[in-house]
């Protein structure tokens, strides 16, 4: 069961922003990525950010604690630390972890987890509402090939997995506790045995999702990948489930990469979300990161009010919504199954009346 909803949208409950957006065609975004880090630690056979480089470089401390509270009472209300870089890299993530939560936005983290060490856990756990530790194979030896890391970095995800449960739950923390695994033709056959191991680890729950193509991504490897040969794994996977233990397997995201078919020919979601990157530039589309094109403007230099509502967001807006070609997007992109139900709404079937 997907008692997170992972494998599907949330708009639906945000309704007074939806209808601003209705009556209006803009809004502030709901949610946000932040990369406070343009380093990592692993290099990815799958990574769609390596056309970032990796760079060297980390967001200011202090400039996120004055645009933080700013972007809360814009009505920003969550934000997920992950992007081009490892987010726990950043040595100062605990103190911008604390300070999103006391701001009022939600936190929340996807990291590799090799630095998710327990001091880090006794620190940012009281302020996340979730942490999803990406860990792609069943086996050191898998993992040490798709990650291209040491071997004994599986081992270490596992104890960190570990000792992060049970500071949760020596402290009473609410901090959802996550696994995702990216299904892959080298990885498929260990699902099972990796469900097994994250159960015995106390997390929340594991995801199984598909891989998606970046379209500035060096990494072509598995551009061509189609899911239909593994849905079998539902099933199996379904049965080692618990009620304190979830897997949700992506089954609606697998059909629309394998069906490369949208019901919508333009982004109609960019206005409810946006990203940060390292050196502070908002876009208005992680797929089009160093495309001018979707540069909105950079947070040491203006207000996040000043960027959203400034004539460079205007004018990238008026192109994503006329002249985007959205078959050259990513499949699978955050924003599609948004996309898919607001194309419903602006375009309704007749009839609608009859509910």
């Not at 081992?155 to 570990?162: P, R």
Request: aromatic share 10%; hydrophobic share 35%.
């Amino acid at each position: 069961m997907d008692k997170y909803g992972i494998d599907k949208h949330k708009l639906i409950y945000h309704i007074p922003r939806l209808n601003q957006w209705l009556q209006t065609g803009e809004c502030y975004p709901i949610y946000m990525e932040i990369s406070p880090s343009g380093m990592c630690n692993h290099r990815c056979v799958f990574c769609g950010v390596d056309f970032m480089g990796y760079q060297n470089r980390f967001l200011d401390v202090g400039i996120l604690r004055e645009r933080l509270p700013e972007m809360a009472a814009l009505g920003l209300k969550s934000i997920m630390y992950c992007g081009e870089g490892e987010p726990l890299l950043h040595s100062g993530i605990c103190d911008i972890i604390s300070h999103t939560a006391q701001s009022s936005i939600d936190a929340a983290i996807t990291s590799n987890g090799v630095l998710f060490k327990e001091a880090i856990a006794q620190a940012v756990l009281p302020y996340l509402k979730w942490i999803k530790i990406s860990l792609n194979a069943g086996t050191k030896e898998t993992y040490s090939k798709i990650h291209r890391t040491k071997p004994e970095d599986f081992d270490t995800v596992i104890k960190n997995i570990v000792n992060a449960v049970r500071v949760k739950h020596d402290n009473g923390y609410q901090c959802t506790i996550g696994v995702q695994m990216l299904l892959l033709p080298e990885n498929h056959n260990e699902t099972i045995g990796l469900a097994a191991r994250i159960k015995d680890t106390g997390a929340d729950y594991l995801v199984i999702k598909p891989y998606s193509q970046h379209p500035m991504s060096k990494t072509g490897i598995y551009r061509d990948i189609r899911y239909s040969a593994y849905m079998a794994l539902a099933d199996r996977l379904r049965e080692a489930a618990t009620e304190k233990f979830n897997i949700i397997f992506r089954t609606n995201a697998m059909n629309r990469w394998d069906a490369l078919v949208k019901n919508y020919c333009r982004c109609l979601a960019h206005p409810f979300g946006s990203y940060m990157d390292s050196a502070g530039n908002i876009w208005g589309c992680s797929v089009y990161l160093n495309d001018e094109r979707f540069l909105y403007g950079n947070i040491y230099d203006n207000t996040f009010k000043e960027i959203w509502n400034g004539s460079k967001r205007r004018s990238a807006a008026k192109w994503i919504e006329t002249g985007l070609d959205v078959n050259e997007c990513r499949v699978n992109c955050r924003m599609d199954a948004i996309n898919r139900y607001l194309w419903e709404l602006k375009n309704p079937p007749e009839h609608v009346n009859f509910i």
